[in-house]
């Protein structure tokens, strides 16, 4: 094997976080990360996160129908926030695997995209760049240019593989 040996970037410090109750939750999502992270636009988009000095956390959404993901301020499970501010994150994304693809989406992406898509958009929040605010009102939004390149760049990524 060359070079350094393969990294749990996700497990390595408090910057992204994975909570779920939920058995099996926790390693899908996982198992959906360390994919993300094999290709080169993966691993930019969490090295970025790592970088910021920010911190994201995915969790369980509750149920809702259609199935939608998000990224916001706020818990998509409720669940009571640390006292510690320095234990919040920054944001949250909230995703369940299993509602993808989702058949409503005209776009019917993979887990794996949609988790992409959400990370990227965490990190353009944790940059201050700007991010259309009802960017996931819809599951089956239209993507943008940018978001349609960077999906396109990663998808022929991981086919490389």
């Known amino acids: 094997m060359r070079g350094p040996p393969p990294r749990n970037i996700a497990a390595e ?3 992204l976080v994975i909570d ?3 058995p099996g939750y926790a390693p899908s999502v996982v198992t959906l990360v360390a994919r993300i992270s094999r290709t080169p636009s993966g691993r930019a988009i969490l090295e970025g996160i790592r970088a910021s000095g920010g911190s994201v956390k995915i969790e369980a959404p509750a149920s809702t129908d259609p199935p939608n993901a ?3 301020r706020e818990s998509p499970t409720q669940m009571p926030v640390p006292d510690d501010p320095a234990d919040r994150p920054n944001w949250y994304i909230g995703f369940d695997p299993r509602d993808w693809p989702n058949p409503f ?3 019917a992406r993979s887990p794996e995209v949609m988790l992409f898509v959400l990370l990227r958009d965490a990190l353009a929040r944790l940059r201050s760049e700007p991010v259309p605010v009802d960017r996931f009102a819809m599951s089956d939004a239209e993507p943008d240019a940018a ?3 960077a999906v396109a ?3 022929q990524e991981r086919n490389q593989r």
């Open 70 to 72: 998000t990224v916001s």
């Open 105 to 107: 989406d005209r776009h």
């Open 147 to 149: 978001e349609a390149a």
């Open 153 to 155: 760049r990663f998808e």
């Open 13 to 15: 410090s408090k910057w």
């Open 20 to 22: 779920s109750s939920e």
